[in-house]
């Protein structure tokens, strides 16, 4: 089989950081022998995250087996969404932004056995629903745990406790259509209802202002699926949550103008 190299696009600090994260784990379980050192582990989970490549193809290039290559990406992974900041703390950062902006966004995954709960019957595939919070600004702040495609927007927040923290950190939200309902600080458009006149001048001027700002949460979501291995998991839906809560790691990392 031919190889060929190929580039990563995160930065050294990220590489280093990953790196660090696994001689730590190494040296606490006292191993004895590697068949790669810790940088050129983490170099594989990082290909494998952000640039989609497959276990089979990473095994090839970096000439391990199969089994070795899946084994160092989770562990990998395992340990940086240990590190994942809780809710808790992503509140308290939240709270301190002008105003935030809440979306949800499918990632999609492989068909599996019991597959109904997964099916997304507004886009139509099998996925899981992911909560994405962004800043003014865009900037991804934080991603919440995957539950199952099928579950709604609305939903899925009130099962995090997203609705009731983020009302209890007395910032400004806003949200599409789907978040109708949800109370509190969260602004939704105005919604057009069945049998009833269409909406004023002023509703619509309203909407239009605050389909604007939501536009701006749309990068967040775009910076979530950057990372290539979201373009459509092909491993067991319940590593979701693991997986995202990795990146989340490794985007504040590289973004992050000091060292953690």
Sequence with gaps: MLSYPSAVALSSRTLNHLADLIRAERTRRRGRWWRLDAGR???????HLRNGDTI???????????????RYVREA???LAAHAEDQNAATRRI???????LDGTLIPIDRVADQRPYFSGKHKRHGVNVQVIADCAGRLVWAS???PGAVHDL?????????????GANVMIFADKAYQGAGGGIRTPFKRRRYRPGLSRRQK???RHHAK???VGERAVATLKGWKVLAKLRCCPRRATAIVQAILVLHHVQTSRHPR
């Design 145 to 147: 745990p995957a539950l």
């Design 95 to 101: 709270g301190r932004l002008a105003y935030a902006i």
């Design 77 to 79: 992974i395992d340990l």
């Design 56 to 70: 089979t193809r990473l095994a090839c290039g970096f000439t391990v087996s199969v089994t070795t290559t899946w």
């Design 213 to 215: 700002i939501r536009a």
């Design 41 to 47: 582990q983490a170099l594989i989970a990082l290909a």
């Design 155 to 167: 939903t899925a927040a009130r099962t995090h406790g997203l609705i009731d923290a983020l009302n």
């Design 205 to 207: 001027t309203v909407n």
